[in-house]
Nanobody
Framework: QVQLVESGGGWVQAGGSLRLSCTPS????????MAWYRQVLGDERELVAQ???????LYADSVKGRFTISRNKARNTAYLQMNNLTPEDTAIYYC?????????WGQGTQVTVSS
């Protein structure tokens, strides 16, 4: 069973930064893309950022210019650098890995931004 291990969440004041990371417990398959989603209680899960196998990236409009997604291909680790955080960024952040077998999700990591 593959697990995605997330880390880096926590509490920060508005204007601060956090860096999330996501690493699979094992990879015996091809990884096509890795992404970060976030969800606030009662709302739908929304895409924050995605990085594809060719290095192309996609961002939600609300985080463009503040968040940067990157990937260590050798380790299949994805990172989300979050700068200039606002209280509206408060959510549970989930990592998603798209492979040639199936999609995998992490357990989620809480990010709380206080004003």
């Amino acid at each position: 069973q593959v697990q995605l291990v997330e880390s880096g969440g926590g509490w920060v004041q508005a204007g601060g930064s956090l860096r999330l990371s996501c690493t699979p417990s094992r990879t015996t398959f091809a990884v096509y893309a890795m992404a970060w989603y976030r969800q606030v209680l009662g709302d739908e899960r929304e895409l924050v950022a995605q990085i594809n196998i060719d290095g192309s990236t996609l961002y939600a409009d609300s985080v463009k210019g503040r968040f940067t997604i990157s990937r260590n291909k050798a380790r299949n680790t994805a990172y989300l650098q979050m700068n200039n955080l606002t209280p509206e960024d408060t959510a549970i952040y989930y990592c998603k890995m798209t492979s040639n077998v199936r999609d995998y999700w992490g357990q989620g990591t809480q990010v709380t931004v206080s004003s």
